[in-house]
C-alpha cells in the first residue's frame, strides 16, 4: 500500500509538472507567433522602403545627367557668346 501511495504521488507530481511544462511552451509558442508576424510586418517595411530608395536614385540619377547636359548647354552658350 505504501508503495502504491508512493506512486500516486508521483504520478501526481509528474502530472502538475507536465501540465505547467505544456502551458509555459503554449505561451512561448503564442509568443514566438507573435513575434514572427513583427518580423513579417517590418520585413514588408523594408522592402517598401528599399524600393522607394531604389526609385528615388534613379530619379536622382536621371537629374544628374540633366544637370551634366545643361552645363554643357550653358558652356556651349558661353563660348558662343
Known amino acids: 500500500m505504501e508503495l502504491y ?41 523594408v522592402k517598401m522602403k528599399e524600393e522607394i530608395c531604389v526609385k528615388r536614385l534613379g530619379e536622382i540619377e536621371e537629374l544628374d545627367k540633366k544637370v551634366i547636359e545643361l552645363e554643357r548647354l550653358i558652356e556651349t552658350a558661353d563660348i558662343k557668346r
Open 5 to 45: 501511495d508512493r506512486t500516486t504521488a508521483d504520478l501526481d507530481d509528474v502530472t502538475s509538472k507536465m501540465h505547467l511544462t505544456n502551458k509555459i511552451r503554449h505561451e512561448t509558442e503564442v509568443k514566438l507567433g507573435e513575434e514572427i508576424e513583427k518580423v513579417k510586418s517590418l520585413q514588408e517595411v
